[in-house]
């Protein structure tokens, strides 16, 4: 029943910014954990940064100190703020909880860093 809606994504420059956001569209938006995935071609798909329900915060040590995760539960929605951007993170970027509790994925958004 659970949506995810991805979007923001974008060519930027290294050292550029892009702000994702993740539409959920289901109930009870406040309750859940959520996570930020990213997937470069021919890799697995990578958890890059979390936020519990309490606003609690993880990242994974390719983004700390870059990335930011936030989110509107007024909204609906999931936010990663993406700073001092490197090639390397170039990927789709997902959201999802982050222990795989919704069982279907959205489109992800392409982010290409690249000069």
């Known amino acids: 029943q659970v949506q995810l809606v991805e979007s923001g994504g974008g060519l930027a420059q290294p050292g550029g910014s892009l702000r994702l956001s993740c539409a959920f569209s289901?109930?009870?938006?406040?309750?859940?954990?959520m996570g930020w995935y990213r997937q470069a071609p021919g890799k697995q798909r990578e958890l890059v940064a979390t936020?519990?329900?309490?606003?609690?915060?993880n990242y994974a040590d390719s983004v700390k100190g870059r990335f930011t995760i936030s989110r509107d539960n007024a909204k609906n929605t999931l936010y990663l703020q993406m700073n001092s951007l490197k090639p390397e993170d170039t990927a789709v970027y997902y959201c999802?909880?982050?222990?795989?509790?919704?069982?279907?994925w959205g489109q992800g958004t392409q982010v290409t860093v690249s000069s």
């Open positions: 999802n909880h982050p222990r795989g509790l919704f069982g279907s």
């Open positions: 936020m519990t329900s309490g606003g609690s915060t």
């Open positions: 289901g109930m009870m938006f406040r309750i859940y954990d």
